[in-house]
């Protein structure tokens, strides 16, 4: 999975297509993320005794595919690919070649 926890991403496909957002967890297994104001999914509770029922609004997870990595000097989304330097592996920006981390 090329995204990361705190890459800004773009999302490409779904109802939120054009946003934009921060990574705020990555699940590599499931190959999900969760989008800091994307997905957002409303969750009931009860109850209780120290504070009344409410509705809670938080991101629910998105397929990592959706997304595209987006470049702030670019302004648009990029795809990534990777190469080795000084013996270590980074990712880069395929239309710009800069290394992103």
Do not use: C, W
């Amino acid at each position: 999975m090329k995204i990361r926890k705190n890459d800004t991403v773009l999302v490409i496909t779904g109802k939120d297509k054009g946003k934009t957002g921060k990574v705020l967890k990555a699940f590599p297994k499931e190959n999900r993320i969760i989008v800091e104001g994307v997905n957002i999914q409303s969750r009931h509770e009860k109850a209780r005794q120290d504070q009344p029922a409410q509705i809670v609004k938080a991101e629910g997870p998105i397929d990592a595919s959706n997304v595209m990595y987006y470049d702030t000097k670019a302004k648009q989304g990029v795809r990534i690919g990777y190469k080795f330097d000084n013996g270590h592996k980074v990712r880069i920006s395929k239309k710009t070649g800069q290394v992103i981390d």
